[in-house]
């Protein structure tokens, strides 16, 4: 067997969530790799929406083991959270999660060290989620993080208070005010919390899985245009959020890897600082994000929106060598007469190209519209692809022939049951 992998193209909250838990059924399996409790993943179901951080999206559908990956940076402080807010759903958790032993630990001075290195960078913030996600990997790079599994061994303490006065000397250097004892406190209960759970070697047990003929979904976190590697550096998160985060943040050989699921949403969003070529600063922009409800998942805060950006796509579906699209919240696009598609960026020389620049941030982009006729049409009790709008097919069809890759499925809705499959399943 392989590992399908399911991953956002664009700069997050494509709406991995929805479709994890719409394909979990499918799966035996279902890990993530990357990232950590940046991630705010929204599944909805029953009139009840549950955001997710750092458990994996199948922890709702029974008979599914759910996997916290060696890639992915680990805040034992929110997952306790996470789990205890699980509580009213009669679900197992001890059960059918387990946690990778080499993931690494988010400490509370990595929250603080990102909150100091943030407030220091003035008008270059990146847009931090504030989670300590890029001062845990730092310190994992760096061959100084702990890892979820030494929380078990004899010198944990001994570690732990190494490496959290190394972050507080660092810290005495920034303007921030903090309550380190209540912290410490917090993060020592949530670590006894966190041992009443399976800590295990997920590298053999995906493997030994794949081996049984068992199936297993990788479930991406952020955005490709995120990637540490090819996204729009710096404004991007820590990690490879890439198909190749898969192979290190399980343990996965490349040639292990099966069908690569691409999530974009209709149009574009991006939550955070940096640049986004399409982004709209007038009134269709507004009206995107108010009928996209388009409000980060983890922070609150309002999300850019744009319309389509095709050479991005393009890029993200060559880097991830991905297999199948699945197009998200079309239904948001029905208030529009016209809908653009961005299909080329205009440099500021006159060139014009479907190639996304080597350094997006030093580039001024002028985006090539292709204007499609909207469909005007509620969609949201849509549940066959023959009842489409002939406007949204021809938007699909053109989606489809610019990416040269199929588009399988279609999201017309938050809720598990809008969703259209088409081709493939
Ligand atoms: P993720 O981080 O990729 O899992 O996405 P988020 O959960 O951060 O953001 C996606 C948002 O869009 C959530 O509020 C979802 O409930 C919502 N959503 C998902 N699919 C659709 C859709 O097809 N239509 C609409 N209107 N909302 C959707
Ligand atoms: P999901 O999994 C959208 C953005 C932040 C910021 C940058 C770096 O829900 O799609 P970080 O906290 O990682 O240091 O922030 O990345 N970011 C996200 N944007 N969705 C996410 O996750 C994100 N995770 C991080 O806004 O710009
Ligand atoms: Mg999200």
């Known amino acids: 067997m392989k590992v399908d992998v399911i991953l956002g193209l664009q700069w997050g909250d494509e709406g991995k969530g929805k479709i994890v838990d719409v394909l979990a059924p499918e799966y035996d399996v279902i890990a993530r790799f990357q990232g950590g409790p940046n991630a705010g993943h929204t599944l909805e179901f029953d009139n009840i929406k549950h955001v997710l951080h750092q458990i994996p999206s199948g922890m709702f559908r029974k008979n599914t083991l759910n996997v916290i990956g060696n890639g992915v940076v680990l805040d034992p402080v929110i997952f306790k959270k996470e789990i205890e807010k699980l509580a009213p759903y009669g679900l197992d958790p001890r059960a059918n999660l387990v946690v990778s032993t080499k993931a690494q630990l988010i400490l509370p001075t990595h929250r603080l060290l990102d909150q100091a290195y943030e407030q220091s960078k003035g008008d270059n913030k990146i847009g931090s989620t504030l989670k300590g996600i890029g001062p845990a990997y730092q310190d994992k790079i760096a061959r100084a993080g702990i890892r979820t599994g030494d929380i078990l061994s004899k010198n944990f303490e001994e570690k732990l208070n190494q490496l959290m006065s190394k972050h507080l000397e660092i810290l005495a250097d920034y303007p921030l005010e903090y309550d380190f004892p209540t912290l410490k406190k917090e993060f020592s209960e949530a670590i006894d919390f966190l041992k009443s759970f399976k800590l295990v070697d997920t590298t053999y047990l995906i493997n030994d899985k794949l081996q049984d003929g068992h199936k297993i979904l990788a ?123 961005c299909t080329h960026y205009m440099f500021e020389d006159g060139t014009v190209s479907d190639r996304f620049p080597n350094d997006l941030c030093s580039e001024k982009i002028v985006p090539v519209y292709q204007t499609l006729k909207g469909w005007k049409t509620d969609l949201s009790s849509t549940t066959d692809e023959k009842k489409f709008p002939d406007e949204l097919v021809q938007y699909i069809a053109r989606l489809e022939e610019l990416l040269s890759t199929p588009i399988v499925m279609v999201s017309l809705g938050p809720g598990r049951n809008q969703t259209i499959k088409r081709q493939l399943f």
């Open 219 to 341: 479930e991406g976190a952020q955005g490709s245009m995120l990637d540490i590697d090819f996204g729009s550096y710096p404004f991007v998160t820590s990690s490879n959020t890439t198909t190749p985060g898969v192979c290190t943040g399980l343990g996965v050989a490349p040639s292990k890897i099966g069908r690569v699921y691409g999530i974009f949403k209709a149009y574009c969003t991006r939550v955070g600082s940096g640049p986004f070529p399409t982004e709209l600063f007038d009134e269709e922009g507004e009206l995107i994000r108010s009928e996209g409800r388009e409000y980060g998942a983890t922070t609150g805060r309002p999300r850019r929106c744009g319309w389509i950006d095709i050479p991005a796509l393009k890029y993200a579906i060559m880097i991830n060598g991905v297999t199948d699209l699945i197009m998200m919240k079309a239904d948001v696009l029905s208030i529009f007469d016209e809908i653009k598609v």
